[in-house]
């Protein structure tokens, strides 16, 4: 685990001094949008939606690329956009690109097909030798300029939601206009406690930071069964970006945060409604193929050292929903 400093890796874990044992995740630094190809300025654009120009890259542990994984193939891009993931092991070099097969994945190829990098660092430092800042996934990359266009999720899955609608005619909307200013609050408290609430309790480095996000994300858990009591979805009758960007940490929850991140008040199972929610979800069609338990598990508890340092990977839980 690091980051790069004017361009140099540095091996170093979160720093949490500074904010009294909380937390603070970075602001993500590419932040480019991709430009519709039948948009008037297409022309001129420096990203414009093309077929075969863009690659994803991802981590199949990584409930932020996730999200990004689950538009790729809703908005049946998985032709259009190439993709590949790193190893789930986050070591003294970050994230890293090798073949171990003890790894593969079915649906999605381990490596750097476009470099043959070693290191996600190196995209980065390709991208701008000069950078400074945490190397994280999803990283967006345009392989015509060489560079990145996005390492931000929540703006990656709104291209994805509308960006290539003409080239795959693929009209699903996730982020509909007349729903936008509901999702988009919707968006900030999961956000903020659910979200990247698991990782202020988990990586939190005293009790009282972690006490202070434990109780909010609960509150959101409960807040949310009771909403999802009269309806399937968080917004009604349809999913929409708020329902996808939350089911990558709920089918992370009890596998990972409850125990590693130590988010125990309840587990998901405990949850009637948010249980059968969840199960909903990954039924949709091209989700379940999405998710790789075996990436998720062993990227968090053998990654995480000061958190976990046995290694050791609970075999558990054996049930994922109730029925
Ligand atoms: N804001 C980013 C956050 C992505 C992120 O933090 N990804 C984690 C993996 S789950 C990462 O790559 N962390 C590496 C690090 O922090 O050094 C997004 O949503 O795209």
Redo the contacts with the bound molecule.
Sequence with gaps: ???LIEGKWVDQWYDTKATKGKFV?SE?EFRRQIVPCTDEHADQALFPAQDNRYHLYV?L?????HRTLIFRKLKQLDNIISVSCVHPT?AEN??EFNNDQAFFDDHIPMGDPLYQSHFAHQLYTRAKPTYTG?????ILWDKKTHTIVS????DIIRIFNSAFNDITHNKLDFYPAALRSEIDSLNERIYNTINNGVYKCGFATTQAAYEEALIPLFSTLDFLEEKLSEQDYLLGAQPTEADWRLFTTLIRFDSVYFSHFKCNLKRLLDYPILNAYLKRLYETEGVAETVNFRHIKHHYYYSHQTINPTRIIPVGPTVLFNE
């Design positions: 685990m690091g980051l995740r993500s981590s542990a990584c409930p932020w690329a986050m970050g994230w945490r190397v994280t996934v999803p390492n931000e999720s929540a």
